[in-house]
């Protein structure tokens, strides 16, 4: 069933299957993998790490795809080998003892070997292939099948051996790494490519200006995609790691929580509430503008709230550093002593780029800050070109925003004119870039802040004077008058300038306040006044009513007594006073 | 010890002719299966041992087929190989042994090179 299936896919017009490799992003410059089932040739000079990466491919497919995978060594006894890779992390021993890797050095001694006649190498396919069929194996290394050319004195059988060898582990469908030594014009010595020709890889260790960088670059993969750059790669303590920028994943999940700059003010600028946690922050400026000040508040904030912190100085030592940080009150030591923040302080030429890129990852993964800060990021040209730092750092940023680090990166600028285009490579990854400027105007140089860009929020347009004192950094709204920005001892002039004008104001305001009093006062006792005659008035009003009532009250008494005098005619009168008064309406 | 006795012997006697006094060998011959070559190479190294080493010699013929494993822990890589083992030192033969020549003096069987190396070897 299982052939019967393998040859339908072989005839099918079906895309190349391809076997993971495992090895980080060598999977995503070829699409995928080596071809499965397939020959694939690696070459590169001595030392360039060829060794290495077949092995890493044996051991991720034992370990990560549970393909078993034969090495077999021209050069390394099993002992050698297993000893050199074990730096790696690898574990040869357990993974042999499992029946996942199989290790055959063969050796050959070209003193001890007389030729005698006709022969070809069933022997090594007999092993090989006892090798394969004993743990299962999928894949397969030969290294360094060259120096059979060494020690095999008859190049013709050879070649027609090797060409036989290399159809032989196709059709037992084991994807297989061969590799070989560079040539000096061809890509390797004995020209295997003539017979490996389905996928063809690269190595190279360069040195230029002093520093080594490894390269790898797929020269040829038939039947399929795959990045043709040179990617730079290292070997670290966890394999080798390419570093394809074409496969950045931006994948990450950008966080919505926020966290302080170390500076309210410039929190306040960046929409209340800081930086995004997660994001990049790049602060450039020109010498003695105040990034590392700028730095060493973040890390103070983030310490302080209980967080990590990894601070990569390239520029300063740690005691120094340190002591400069206290002259700007901020105070680091305890950060230190509690285990919250580590320092890792070097001069960046001191090793290579990958190599610094190597312990920045490795800190990372080990100690998992929240938070990481290079200073300045800068100094890491002078260990590679500018598109390498660029490389590096878009794959580092990558790394850092996959787990949620908060990073902070100084960027020193040669001058204060160039300042915002001397980073075009670098600020593209940056989410945020606070530019510092120095601003010099009535013979004094002051520091000036403002956010040049802050993706995702809404940040200040303004510029701010950043004034570093004993008491900290403080963002200072400037003054502006005349269309000039005022800053330092003008801004303060002016600061006084408009207090006392301020006083004078208030001042005046006061006593205009009090002469508005005594008015009301005024208008006060005379409403007082009327109301006391009015009061008066009505008294009088009510009296002469209530003698007019008296008076009328007495007169009707007087009458009904004169009738009551009068007897009986008290209706009578009555009748005839009424009866005139109606003759006298009509 | 009863080697090296002989080989004293043998020089002073200065004519390798007494084949008793010379130590014995043993030889192996990794074939693969009944190829032509295989074939070819055992019915050589039967017909220089009768011819050189009657009497003294024991040839094993291994099939690398049958028995893979050995393969690895011989180090062989080609077929046929015949491997001397004793006298030392350790010797590989790889090819059909056609090269009666080369198998001779690899196994010190010619007889002036033979004194010569012997000369050698007890200087």
Known sequence: ?586 | MKNSASRDGVHESSEAADASERESYVLRLYVTGTTAKSVRAIANIKKICEEHLHGRYTLEVIDIYQRPVLAKTEQILAAPTLVKLLPGPLRQFIGDLADTERVLLGLDLRPDREHNNRLGEQK
Not at chain 1, 97 to 116: G, M, Y
């Open chain 1, 1 to 586: 069933m299982k052939t019967k299936q393998k040859t339908k896919n072989q005839s099918a017009p079906e895309p190349l299957e391809k076997t993971a490799t495992g090895i980080a992003g060598l999977d995503e410059i070829t699409g995928g993998g080596l071809p499965k089932g397939r020959p694939t040739l690696i070459c590169g000079t001595a030392g360039c790490g060829k060794t290495v990466l077949s092995m890493e491919f044996l051991v991720r497919g034992a370990t990560e795809y549970n393909e078993p995978g034969v090495f077999m060594a021209f050069e390394e006894t099993e002992g050698e080998l297993a000893k050199n890779v074990a730096s790696l992390g690898f574990d040869l021993e357990r993974l042999a003892s499992r029946k996942k890797l199989l290790l055959d050095f063969v050796r050959i001694e070209r003193s001890e070997i007389e030729e005698t006649g006709e022969y070809d190498l069933e022997g090594l396919f007999v092993r090989l292939s006892h090798a394969i069929d004993s743990i299962g194996a999928k894949r397969v290394v030969l290294d360094t099948i060259e120096v059979l050319f060494a020690s095999l004195p008859n190049e013709a059988i050879l070649r027609a051996e090797l060409r036989r060898l290399f159809r032989w582990l196709k059709d037992k469908g084991v994807t297989a790494i061969i590799t070989a030594e560079r040539g000096r014009e061809s890509f390797t010595r004995h020209g295997l490519e003539e017979y490996v020709a389905d996928c063809v890889i690269l190595l190279d260790h360069r040195v230029n200006e002093q520093i080594s960088t490894r390269r790898l670059r797929v020269v040829k993969y038939r039947g399929s995609w795959h990045g043709t750059n040179e990617y730079p790669f290292l070997i670290s303590d966890e394999g080798i790691s390419v570093m394809p920028v074409t496969s950045m994943g931006l994948n990450h999940t950008a966080s919505e929580q926020r966290v302080s700059s170390g500076v309210p003010q410039l929190d306040a600028m960046l929409g209340g509430k800081g930086y995004y946690r997660g994001s990049s922050v790049l602060t450039s400026g020109s010498a003695g503008t105040g990034k590392t000040s700028l730095a060493a508040a973040f890390v103070a904030a983030a310490a302080a709230r209980g967080e990590r912190c990894l601070y990569f100085a390239f520029e300063e030592s740690v005691s120094q550093f340190m002591r400069n940080m206290r002259s700007i009150g901020l105070d680091l030591e305890p950060f230190v002593k509690s285990g919250l923040l580590q320092f890792h302080a070097s001069r960046p030429n001191l090793f290579g780029l990958e190599m610094h890129l190597l312990t920045i990852q490795d800190l990372i993964r080990k100690w998992k800050p929240r938070n990481v800060v290079i200073d300045p990021v800068t100094n890491l040209i002078n260990a590679g070109t500018a598109t390498e730092v660029t490389l590096m750092l878009t794959r580092l940023i990558d790394q850092l925003k996959r787990q949620q680090i908060t990073s902070l990166f100084t960027s020193l600028t040669a001058g204060d004119h160039g300042a915002e285009q001397s980073e075009v490579g670098m600020s593209s990854l940056m989410d945020t870039w606070l530019l510092l400027r120095n601003l010099e105007s009535n013979g004094e140089r002051n520091r000036a802040l403002y956010v040049l860009k802050s993706r995702g929020m809404a940040h200040s347009n303004q510029i701010r004077e950043f004034v570093l004192s004993s008491k900290g950094i403080q963002l200072v709204d400037v003054h502006i008058g005349d269309g000039k920005v005022l800053t330092g001892s003008a801004r303060l002039a002016q600061e006084a300038r408009t207090q006392s004008e301020a006083a004078l104001q208030q001042q005046q305001r006061r006593r205009r306040q009090h002469e508005l009093e005594l008015e009301r006062t005024a208008v006060e006792a005379q409403i007082a006044t009327l109301q006391a005659g009015l009061a008066a008035k009505t008294e009088q009003c009510k009296l002469e009513l209530d003698e007019e009532a008296m008076r009328y009250q007495s007169s009707a008494a007087r009458e009904s007594e004169i009738a009551r005098n009068r007897m009986a005619q008290v209706k009578r009168v009555s009748d005839g006073r009424q009866k005139q008064r109606n003759n006298g309406s009509q």
